[in-house]
């Protein structure tokens, strides 16, 4: 038979544990900030390659790449436009991995990203072209890209 | 009564600039982390409907 006293300390002990549990938890658990930091550097990444489709355009119309309309320069947009859509496919992933991403999963998720968006950046890196701006700009968004991967390894669990 | 006043006066003057340059920090950080997925998502649609078109053979 539980006496009254007893069963009190046993909701006394109970309640301290949980409170233990908690308190321990909350010191190896992420903020949300982390994973809110994380999205927004996918996010920026998604804007980058953005950048690149549309400059590849600009160029294409521009003349740059040579007539507008000649195969020859119909050829380099093709080219230039096929490593952006790879990359991006594999930006997708990590948008929808970062749509994913739970503080408690922070480390792992963060890592995911990483690779998706540095098979990004080696898919961009690829693109053999003899078109000095496209090169410069396909090698600023892989700059800008790998600086997001920088800064995503950064963010620290709370 | 007259400190008292004085007081919630004081209170009220210190409180809102504070309150004001809160209010802008969540202005300028705005988005929600749906809205930055949401962003990422159009962007990446944009993209791939870019490059879509432009790995076609039309001029």
């Known amino acids: 038979m539980t006496t009254p006293i007893r069963l009190a300390r046993r909701q006394l002990a109970t309640l301290m544990m949980v409170a233990l549990v908690t308190y321990l938890g909350s010191g190896f658990a992420c903020s949300s900030s982390d994973v809110s930091k994380v999205k927004k550097k996918v996010a920026d990444a998604a804007a980058i390659l953005n950048t690149a489709a549309k400059s590849n355009r600009s160029l294409y119309q521009s003349g740059v790449y040579g007539v507008v309309g000649s195969p020859e320069a119909i050829s380099k947009r093709q080219k230039v436009a096929t490593v952006i859509h790879q990359a991006n496919e594999y930006l997708s992933l990590a948008v929808e991995r970062a749509a994913n991403l739970q503080a408690s999963d922070l480390e792992v998720g963060k890592s995911d990203i990483v690779k998706l968006l540095q098979q990004a950046t080696g898919v961009l890196n690829s693109l053999n072209i003899d078109n000095e701006n496209i090169r410069l700009v396909l090698q600023s968004e892989v700059t800008a890209i790998n600086a997001a991967v920088t800064l995503t390894l950064a963010i620290k669990g709370a | ?59």
């Open chain 2, 1 to 59: 009564m007259a400190a008292t006043l004085v007081g919630i006066i004081g209170a009220i003057n210190t409180l809102t600039p504070l309150a004001t340059q809160l209010i802008n920090q969540l202005r300028q950080s705005g988005e929600t982390d749906e809205q930055v997925i949401a962003r990422a998502r159009a962007l990446v649609q944009e993209t791939r409907q870019i490059t879509t078109e432009d790995m076609g053979d039309q001029a």
